[in-house]
């Protein structure tokens, strides 16, 4: 027992797991650009027409010069990374142990492992200059409300958001919009700067401005 009480670290393992998971991260974070965090189903193949777009918004944002920072997992995920690195760029994946396989995709530059959902969450959002919500399950869903919860409290947190596909948010954002700002749930300037779009382009003109995405598709021609 400590002075106060309760009990020395060393009698919980977890805690020092967390401690190592943050510091670890950090320090990898910290030596890169801001980047890019993209969230989305692993469930999404090869001919899937958010795989695709993911992919080509990697290679976008990596030709930009921005790091793409995923879940290090297979499908939106592996779609993002693996856009950036094929396009040389810097492919980060944030990787988390889990009761069933999830093998790291095999485009990461960097690559980061956890035992903890929440430090993972953490550090998926802490060093990012934006981020993507491609359409995805409950872990998805669970990713884009605990942004929403960070920016509600806090305005420094608050980076640009685009939500991809609007047949799959518009719903969803029009609740936001119809009930829980109706009702004065929540104020609706903390939910008027998300964006939903419904391919690359208009993601990267939220993300980069549109001179800069308009440069960066005559440089490219995608």
Known sequence: ?????????????????????????????????????????????????????????????ARAGLPVVTGGGPGIMEAANRGAY???????GLNIQLPYDETPNPYLTHQLHFLNFATRKLMLTRYASGFVVFPGGF??????????VAFHTDDALRRPMVLIDGGFWRDLVKWFHDELAARELIDVDRIDFIRV???EHAALEVLLGQHQAADLKRQHGD
């Open 86 to 92: 094929e396009a040389g760029g810097v492919s980060v």
């Open 197 to 199: 779009v419904d391919d």
């Open 1 to 61: 027992m400590t002075s106060d009480g309760s009990a020395p670290a060393t009698e919980r393992p977890w805690l020092l797991d967390i401690e190592r998971e943050l510091s670890n991260a950090a320090e990898v974070l910290e030596g890169l650009a801001p980047g890019i965090t993209l969230f989305g189903s692993a469930r999404s193949t090869l001919d899937d027409h958010h795989y695709q777009c993911a992919e080509k918004l990697g290679q976008c944002l």
């Open 139 to 148: 872990g998805t869903v669970d990713e884009l409300m605990d942004l929403l």
